[in-house]
T-cell receptor, first 112, second 113 residues
Framework: KQEVTQIPAALSVPEGENLVLNCSFT??????LQWFRQDPGKGLTSLLL?????REQTSGRLNASLDKSSGRSTLYIAASQPGDSATYLC???????????FGAGTRLFVKA | DAGVIQSPRHEVTEMGQEVTLRCKPI?????LFWYRQTMMRGLELLIY????????DSGMPEDRFSAKMPNASFSTLKIQPSEPRDSAVYFC???????????FGDGTRLSIL
């Protein structure tokens, strides 16, 4: 059974700092991995999607990597800003289906 | 593009009542997903549809839950009878071909008293 774990559960950093959020999964038979952002009272916004054949994806100040063999993904945020404050969720879609499994998320607070 | 639209945004009702949540996916999206989010269990997939047909409903917790998609622009999630443990935020999401990222609605916050 696929399990997705995110560490840390919460993180507080000063503005401008570079930071890394971690995601681990137990079953390497994945179709893709997505990183989402969730603001309070809102739905999820997709940030980056990495297909199983890819090693990383980049969008602006965000970079996500994927290492299927070790069951790990990281989300790197460069030069963090207060507007980055949100909960970040990692989600794994298995091969052969759409039953996406979500991690519990990392709550990020960037202090001005 | 109006995004995924869910209604109502908030629902408070008493135990035993029927609850109906509604979702309008993005036009042209052929996959629709219903999720539930709670503090204890996080975000869980309940059911998903492809071209209005339910494909996998193994995440539906009990027979009290049912979902329909009568056409490509509308889906409902119904709980009958509702119980306090059904209190959660329910999200609807849609995507094109199921491969590209899912687009989420803002959710319905459901409270069963």
């Amino acid at each position: 059974k696929q399990e997705v774990t995110q560490i840390p559960a919460a993180l507080s950093v000063p503005e401008g700092e570079n930071l890394v959020l971690n995601c681990s999964f137990t079953d390497s038979a994945i179709y893709n991995l997505q990183w989402f952002r969730q603001d309070p009272g809102k739905g999820l916004t997709s940030l980056l999607l990495i297909q199983s054949s890819q090693r990383e994806q980049t969008s602006g100040r965000l970079n996500a990597s994927l290492d299927k063999s070790s069951g790990r993904s990281t989300l790197y945020i460069a030069a963090s800003q207060p507007g980055d404050s949100a909960t970040y969720l990692c989600a794994v879609r298995p091969t052969g289906g759409f039953k996406t499994i979500f991690g519990a998320g990392t709550r990020l607070f960037v202090k001005a | 593009d109006a995004g995924v639209i869910q209604s109502p945004r908030h629902e408070v009702t008493e135990m035993g009542q029927e609850v109906t949540l509604r979702c309008k996916p993005i036009s042209g999206h052929d996959y629709l997903f219903w999720y539930r989010q709670t503090m204890m269990r996080g975000l869980e997939l309940l059911i998903y549809f492809n071209n209005n047909v339910p494909i996998d409903d193994s995440g539906m917790p009990e027979d009290r839950f049912s979902a329909k998609m009568p056409n490509a622009s509308f889906s409902t999630l119904k709980i009958q009878p509702s119980e306090p443990r059904d209190s959660a935020v329910y999200f609807c999401a849609s995507s094109i071909n199921g491969v590209l990222p899912q687009h989420f609605g803002d959710g319905t916050r459901l409270s069963i008293l």
